[in-house]
Each structure stands twice: as C-alpha cells, then as structure tokens.
C-alpha cells in the first residue's frame, strides 16, 4: 500500500487549503481513513477520519467546524478541506489507512501511513 499526501503548504492566518491523499495497493473502499498530525515538537495528534462508506466522520474538538473530511472511492482518495486556519494547525499532516472499516480515532487502528505534507499557518 502507498500513499501520496498532498497540498501542503504556506497560507496566513484565517486561510484555507485543502490536502489530498491518493491511495493504492489495496481496496480502498472498504477501509477507514484518517488523518493525524505532528506539530513542531509534540507528539503525533489526531485530525479527523471518516469510515468506508464516508457516513461517519469524528473531529478532534480544535478543528470542529473549520475542517471536513471527504472521500472519494472511485479515485481512492481522500481529502481534508481546511478553512479559517490558525497558527496552531502548523504541523505535518499525515494521512492513513485503517485496520477496518469504520472511522478510528487513535493511531494503533492504522497499519498504512502516508509520507505526511508540511502546512504552515502565519500569524
């Protein structure tokens, strides 16, 4: 399985941006998906993930209602929109496959990460 995060990048504060991640090697469809991050000297965070149907999404609290997870199965892919961003979202975002269906919270339910795709978000 690779996957191919993308869409990283330099925005300012209050700025959007909208990170992809194409998956292969496997079926694509009929697994979670997450997304997780690393901020600069600090642990590896959960973001959001969404189940294999795309029914079922959770959020870490700091990004409720200013990020949104999506999928698409047809081009194994999926998506993390970003809006009114803040300095404290700088980190590296990773994308991930889960072990199973359903959306997954923590980062042991994972067994396929991405290379991760650097965001920074200006004051």
């Known amino acids: 399985v690779q996957l191919q995060a993308s869409g990283g990048g330099l925005v300012q504060s209050g700025g959007s941006l909208r990170l992809s991640c194409a998956a292969s090697?496997?079926?694509?469809?009929?697994?979670?998906m997450g997304w997780f991050r690393q901020p600069p000297g600090k642990e590896r965070e959960f973001v959001a993930t969404i189940s294999w149907s795309g029914g079922t999404t959770y959020y870490t609290d700091s990004v409720k209602g200013r990020f949104i997870i999506s999928r698409d199965n047809a081009k194994n892919t999926v998506y993390l929109q970003m809006d009114s961003l803040k300095p404290e979202d700088t980190a590296v975002y990773y994308c991930?496959?889960?072990?199973?269906?359903?959306?997954?919270?923590?980062?042991?339910?994972?067994?396929?990460w991405g290379q991760g795709t650097q965001v920074t978000v200006s004051s």
């Open positions: 090697g496997r079926t694509f469809s009929n697994y979670g």
């Open positions: 991930a496959v889960a072990k199973l269906s359903w959306a997954s919270r923590t980062h042991y339910e994972y067994d396929y």
